[in-house]
């Protein structure tokens, strides 16, 4: 159903046919879709996020927060919104395709599940940039971690998955600047009232620092997918900084820097925290701070230091820079993105010519002959098959339509 109104580029379902689930993540199914009329042989196929509006009683919010956001994106290592449908019970919105899977996969598939430095340096650049630019946008990304960075053909990397990321206001009296704030997701109401998450943090954190739930989840070819979760914020300021602070309680749990555990507001160096997660885990196939449940993470994000093995070096010192648990300390919190670049782990890098890298560590192979034959024998309809998954058991029920069901999920990953 198109919306006249909309400020987003309309995309007409019906001309629509998916060819594979490419997943399903908390908030919807993504799909591998094309458009029948102008692409009928699916040369460029897309990648198209359902939502169903009532799933969860903020999926409706936070879907049209990612679209907000995903609108305002114009970069190369960022996807860009390239369309947007909405039903009386559904959103949709398409992106470009990645047919190399996720960074945690990839690393799933090296010897001993780490990358080589050269390899680090080369995912680390590219996501400085994409985290410089949101940055720039006055964006706070939140959720970076391994599951939310895609590789797209070309090699080259693209971050997803922006429903948790915080638009900060610059604050006016400082500066003329002026940067949007997301005034949905802050006017409407939180998905966890502030009485139920004081309960919640009782139980597992000490006083003053709080807690979110979060599950792990194993997808079918046995890799970890962790969820990423929130609860609601109180709103507390800091007068040294420069912009609002955010206080909500946001993303992965191996991932979230001292100050989101303790409660304190935060702004973009969390961000710069959880590239220092993502770098140690690259390097030793492991995050720095994991525990056995929750609460052992979190008091180990707080008080303990990451461990290195072997002799320190120019990768260690960057990962032990971004690692610093005071966030006015942390590498990247005082000149952002230019700091880290100058680090001496990217000397000589041309950061200008990351682009044009036509060589990255490693390329996906093209998609096998299995969707062109779904492609020949016409795929799917979204909708049908999302109808499908939620109706109930049929009292006539038939084969055939578990069959269908089968066959959909057999083109999963
Ligand atoms: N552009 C894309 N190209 C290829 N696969 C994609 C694309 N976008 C998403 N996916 C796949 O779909 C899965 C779910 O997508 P996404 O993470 O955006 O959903 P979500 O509901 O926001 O998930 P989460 O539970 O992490 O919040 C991803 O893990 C990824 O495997």
């Known amino acids: 159903m198109d919306n006249p109104t909309s400020p987003f580029p309309p995309l007409n379902l019906d001309n629509l046919r998916a060819t594979k689930v490419l997943g399903k993540g908390a908030m919807g199914t993504v799909f591998l879709v094309h458009n029948t009329i102008t692409d009928p042989l699916s040369q460029s196929p897309f990648a198209l996020k359902v939502i169903d509006k009532f799933s969860k009683p903020d999926s409706d919010r936070r879907a049209r927060w990612e679209t907000t956001v995903l609108h305002r994106l114009h970069h190369p290592f960022l996807p860009t919104l390239l369309g947007f449908s909405e039903t009386p019970d559904m959103l949709s919105y398409a992106v470009p395709y990645c047919s190399g899977g996720d960074l945690n996969v990839l690393r799933y598939q090296q010897s001993d599940h780490v990358f080589s430095p050269s390899a680090i340096r080369f995912y680390l650049a590219e996501i400085i940039l994409a985290l410089e630019y949101l940055h720039t946008l006055g964006i706070v990304y939140r959720d970076l971690k391994p599951e939310n960075i895609l590789?797209?053909?070309?090699?080259?990397?693209?971050?997803?998955?922006?429903?948790?990321?915080?638009?900060?206001?610059?604050?006016?009296?400082?500066?003329?600047?002026?940067?949007?704030?997301?005034?949905?997701?802050?006017?409407?109401?939180?998905?966890?009232?502030?009485?139920?998450?004081?309960?919640?943090?009782?139980?597992?954190?000490?006083?003053?620092?709080?807690?979110?739930?979060?599950?792990?989840?194993?997808?079918?070819?046995?890799?970890?997918?962790?969820?990423?979760?929130?609860?609601?914020?109180?709103?507390?300021?800091?007068?040294s900084s420069f912009y609002e602070r955010s206080n909500s309680f946001v993303g992965t749990e191996e991932y979230v820097a001292p100050e989101i555990v303790r409660g304190e507001g935060h702004e973009f160096a969390v961000d710069w925290w959880a590239l220092g997660v993502l770098c140690y885990e690259m390097l030793y196939g492991t995050t720095?701070?994991?525990?056995?449940?929750?609460?052992?993470?979190?008091?180990?994000?707080?008080?303990?230091?990451?461990?290195?093995?072997?002799?320190?070096?120019?990768?260690?010192?960057?990962?032990?820079?971004?690692?610093?648990?005071?966030?006015?300390?942390?590498?990247?919190?005082?000149?952002?993105?230019?700091?880290?670049?100058?680090?001496?782990?990217?000397?000589?890098?041309?950061?200008?010519?990351?682009?044009?890298?036509?060589?990255?560590?490693?390329?996906?192979?093209?998609?096998?002959?299995?969707?062109?034959?779904?492609?020949?024998?016409?795929?799917?309809?979204?909708t049908e098959y999302l109808q499908k998954l939620k109706a109930p058991p049929s009292p006539l029920w038939s084969p055939s339509h578990d069959e269908w069901r089968n066959n959909v999920s057999l083109t999963e990953f």
């Open 288 to 382: 720095p701070f994991k525990g056995k449940n929750k609460k052992e993470t979190f008091s180990r994000i707080l008080m303990m230091e990451p461990e290195f093995i072997g002799k320190r070096n120019a990768l260690t010192d960057l990962i032990g820079k971004l690692l610093e648990k005071d966030p006015t300390r942390r590498l990247g919190y005082r000149r952002g993105a230019l700091e880290i670049k100058e680090h001496e782990f990217f000397r000589g890098l041309k950061w200008d010519l990351l682009t044009e890298v036509v060589r990255p560590p490693f390329l996906p192979s093209k998609d096998g002959t299995e969707l062109t034959e779904e492609v020949k024998r016409g795929g799917f309809d979204v």
């Open 151 to 239: 590789i797209q053909q070309s090699g080259h990397v693209t971050l997803t998955d922006f429903d948790l990321c915080k638009s900060l206001t610059l604050k006016k009296n400082l500066s003329s600047l002026d940067f949007n704030s997301d005034p949905e997701i802050d006017n409407i109401p939180a998905p966890i009232q502030p009485k139920k998450f004081k309960q919640l943090a009782k139980f597992v954190l000490p006083k003053k620092t709080c807690t979110y739930s979060r599950s792990t989840t194993t997808t079918k070819n046995g890799l970890r997918k962790v969820k990423s979760a929130r609860v609601s914020p109180v709103s507390r300021r800091n007068p």
